[in-house]
């Protein structure tokens, strides 16, 4: 993804956790690799942001800095500035990724698609790597694509709302048109709706509230981890065709039976 | 289960496979230890079980007779019987398990919950661990447990359909009345539909034809063996409320944020 | 259905209204003839049961009488002789309709199936026309029909928890075998629910708690009269194939456009 | 509606019908008011084209121009301003209204959100009753309401798919914040989705391909009509809540019971 590799296809959140320990265990429980930090919180030492920059292993994780908090273009366009500085000032020179939101809705917190384009327009022509967070708008999707960002982010229902994946078809389309990773990023609530998404194909997923907010995150994020590895392998491996009557799985002529 | 304890909550069978390799390899990856076996098509060197007995190595696994193919309970009584036979003569002295199936329907493969509830009555008298295989109906499964079964089948959907979970409110039902463990056998296609039952609270399923006609059955089966820990560990953890609204994972306020 | 024509495929019932004139006028916005009523409470004189023979015009409407409130098939079998006797002594000399309710779960109120095909089958020797309440559950189904019930009535979910169909591919295939009426009865909470039932091919329904309990019952009456019809002229109008992708409404060539 | 008031919910089209006398017959048997014209064709003579304008009778229905086969905002801002043209030549006089379609997707039809709205804003200043053809994207539909929208014509699924509506939680989301009309265009194949997506809180439905290509289009037209009164009623009217357990119909206790 955008000219780097990582071994875990789950992306996750720091935000929520009760506190630093269960988050960093949560996260190594996981597997995930990729970690997203909301800038402008942390710029503005909002409270209990402080120290996030000693709580997490940036050596270890890579960090994709968040737009969170911006409702227009021209503030998310800051905002991933100063996210690119934050990145610098944390040891990792070469990280230009963002993770694009604008969002003017406070109930829902979906995002703008128009102030999303043309902040991700500009965004690239600065060079960074950008990672727009979208409604699953096919149109919208390779519009973005067309303009140079690194992936498209769908949300399958809204951030935290634990509904899972509400609009399959749509990511569908997304991911059948997609010359970039789709990641299929909020909703998300159960490891069966994670694995359900790497099965429609999706490259990837980024959880947070589900995790950080379930009784014991710590087990959460381990079946997070190991729900997206299987749902990328059955996305490989080909599953079976649905049909309307039944299959005997002992059939009475074949090669093998049991 | 039955008295004896197991570590995978995936059990499988040995149906539709291309080959004894294939197979070997699959159950091996997807880490199931109870492996089910059709019983008369063994007994009477039905085409292609041949060499069942030397294909797979009953030190490791713990066989599952089953009664496929029987339509009355009196079939499937006799069968039974033949099974426990086999058991004994592949090395497994002790094994009195039973997968109970009758199946008078050829064409969707369901059960008769008339028949099935007498031949567990008998069975049960003669010292069987009774799994019995049912139409996800929750008074059934109640009767089953009263005359002394070791666990509930209910299907998901019809056998080897992939068709997943289509009655889960009758699978919810039966895990909250039940207090001898859920099996949720056939109708499961895809890792996301085997972390789903288990979510619901299902102590085990048993997959086949998911497995074994995937495209690549190898792969497919270590995404079932994950997807079932990943549903056991969520179901365990306990998964954040579903909400109609969003919850931001950046919130202003909050002790640790992202 | 069991000899008789009826104009309307909605059956609905009398419990729950705030009043009698509640009631009546719902009934009658629904287009309903076929009113099922509790038998048991009525004889017993249960609270808000006097008056009910005077409530309702049975030169109208039919009654279905019904075994609420039995748990065993003894209770049903008398319950159902004494529903014989009240149609007669309100003028239907000729009703020998029964809605068979066995119902030991207190919960849940689902039906128990061994116990309803024993009561059905003595009911049948008695004359009765067996309409029985059941788990959609296709084998049984098959077996209530050889016994000789005039229908069967598959529940969609709990009796009035307006989940509506939860066991679609059940209730399918329970109308692909049937030769007799199929009646889904329990669990629709919504016109669109009973359109869909109807849509699967279901002859008729039988709703009561989602008119009754409506905020305004006599307008739901009429949207549930309505819906039914909609969902029956839609299975014989044959509906359109569902398809991946899109298919312009404004086609390029053809002999009419828009 | 745009300053006018209709009696029906249900607006149609007049595409993909085998001749003019099933459409006439349908649109007639639906109760529609309203009924969409591709203006693009009609003027350009397409195949099937010839005669449109004589087969309805606009002293009766009400044109609703649409701008289908434009690809970008100026297309089809000089295709809306050729639908206004036509319509004066039909005889409606006043008729400013136009659906707006800009579609650059062939394979899914689905609608491209940053031209649409740039192409709204300058139809709304040329004093065009704007319809928009959207996504169900919640912000989107805000921004066009903005700018001054008559409604916004939010998608279930493609069109023509008959998939029915995939993205109700979208769909609610935008009836919720609207203050204009919503209507859901597009995907509804049967009626019970037309009656789900008026029970959703949406204000009408237009509905073409599960009309004219049922099989019997008169009787799907009745069908559709029927249902999308019986949603509305229902949405008025107040379903029951869903519960996840049972609820007598027959209570032991209360005012009347059956």
């Not at 009760?18 to 988050?23: A, L, Q």
Request: some cysteine; glycine content about 8%.
């Amino acid at each position: 993804m955008a000219g780097r590799t990582f071994q875990s296809r789950l992306m996750t959140g720091s935000g929520k956790f009760d506190s630093f320990e269960t988050m960093r265990q949560s996260l190594a429980a996981s597997g995930s690799e990729i970690v997203t930090v909301a800038v402008r919180r942390v710029q503005t030492n909002a409270p209990g942001h402080e120290g996030l920059a000693a709580a997490l292993d940036w050596q270890k994780l890579w960090m994709l800095p968040n737009t969170a908090g911006c409702q227009t273009a021209d503030e998310a366009i800051r905002v991933a500035r100063l996210g690119r500085e934050m990145a610098k000032l944390l040891g990792q020179e070469d990280n230009n990724f963002v993770k694009l939101e604008v969002i003017p809705d406070p109930k829902y917190l979906l995002p703008d698609p128009i102030d999303t384009l043309k902040a991700a327009e500009q965004l690239v022509k600065e060079g960074f790597a950008v990672l727009p967070y979208i409604n699953a708008d096919p149109v919208l999707a390779k519009r973005l694509e067309e303009v140079g960002c690194a992936t498209v982010m769908p949300l399958g229902s809204p951030i935290g709302s634990g509904q899972g994946i509400r609009n399959a078809a749509s990511i569908q389309i997304i991911v059948e048109n997609a010359q970039i990773p789709v990641v299929v990023d909020a909703g998300i609530g159960t490891p069966s709706e994670a694995a359900y998404s790497m099965e429609l194909g999706a490259d990837a997923l980024l959880i947070n509230t589900a995790i950080a907010k379930a009784t014991d995150p710590v087990a959460m994020g381990r079946a997070m981890g190991l729900a997206t590895e299987a749902g990328r392998l059955a996305y490989l491996a080909g599953r079976i065709p649905v049909k309307t009557h039944a299959s005997a799985s002992s059939p009475t002529t074949g090669q093998v039976s049991h």
